[in-house]
């Protein structure tokens, strides 16, 4: 693979993940460093290679070291920190998303206790909990599986 096909490759798969909801920037920081066989880089070397500022992936990897999309490290003897993703990046970006739905369902809770149940939007807030937690569950539990089968 040429370094020019591996550049469209990051572009296509950034402009994907753009279009469902990731800023562009950190999407293209992310795919940068998932086609990286190390998994690593540093933000000058990112830099490099998405020809970019080092301003704009200082914000990029600021935002995806919050969503847990990237782990800041530094290995022994380096000056430089380097930004990494794993082999689990997508289990655990998606594990950590239970820490925000239990938010989601507790403040919609506290809503069907202020729009009062038999209103048709307590309603409505009461089947966004009833949904939110099935899907709560069903990610636990499709979580549990892919760690299993990933064992074996």
Do not use: C
């Not at 935002?63 to 289990?91: A, C, F, S």
């Not at 038999?118 to 709560?136: I, P, Y």
Request: hydrophobic share 45%; no cysteine.
């Amino acid at each position: 693979m040429t370094d020019d096909s591996v550049a469209r490759f990051v572009e296509r798969l950034a402009l994907l993940l753009s279009d469902a909801g990731m800023a562009r920037m950190p999407a293209r920081v992310f795919v940068r460093l998932l086609v990286t066989d190390s998994g690593k880089l540093t933000a000058p070397e990112l830099a490099a290679l998405l020809q970019v500022s080092p301003a704009a992936i200082s914000g990029a990897v600021r935002y995806l070291d919050q969503v847990n999309l990237v782990t800041k490290g530094r290995d022994p003897g380096e000056r430089r920190d380097h930004y990494e993703v794993t082999d689990t990046t997508w289990i655990e970006a998606i594990a950590n998303r239970d820490k925000l739905l239990t938010g989601w369902i507790t403040t919609m809770v506290e809503g069907v206790d202020v729009l009062g149940e038999d209103t048709e939007a307590g309603k409505r807030m009461t089947n966004s909990v009833r949904f939110l937690e099935f899907m709560q569950r069903e990610l636990e539990a499709l979580i549990t599986r892919w760690r299993e089968q990933s064992k074996a």
